[in-house]
């Protein structure tokens, strides 16, 4: 799934307010950091990442090697801190079933 220009300027919008919840230290993109990784994956679609000064991969390569491993796509890289995306469609029916049942209690 290819992001248009016009999805990645919406989500690099979301995203400005997010910290960074994974972050990539100098063992590199290691099976512990995937995980963590996807873990962030199952409670929203947009994940920041910061790759430490010490770590021994640059962001842009950490952001292409982590969006192949968790099937997301790269958002933007700015610095050391890259941002991810990956729709979930249960998350989203989650969020829709809270929305309905909000404005029906209104």
């Known amino acids: 799934m290819a992001l248009s220009s016009r ?3 919406a989500l690099r919008a979301q ?9 990539v230290g100098a063992a ?3 099976p512990a950091v995937v995980q963590s990784l996807e873990d ?3 409670s929203r679609e947009l ?3 910061h790759v430490g000064r010490n770590a021994s991969v640059v ?3 950490a952001a292409a090697e982590l969006a192949g491993a968790a ?3 790269v958002v933007q890289v700015i610095g050391h801190t890259t941002t991810l995306f990956r729709e979930n469609r249960e998350l989203r029916a989650r969020d829709a079933a ?4 909000a404005a029906k209690d209104q």
Not at 15 to 23: F, I, K, Y
Not at 98 to 101: I, M, N, S, T, V
């Open 7 to 9: 999805e990645r300027a």
């Open 15 to 23: 995203a400005n307010h997010l910290e960074p919840t994974v972050s």
């Open 28 to 30: 590199g993109i290691s």
């Open 40 to 42: 962030a994956f199952r």
């Open 47 to 49: 994940v920041k990442v």
């Open 59 to 61: 962001a842009r390569d």
């Open 71 to 73: 099937r997301a796509e």
């Open 98 to 101: 809270r929305a309905a049942r």
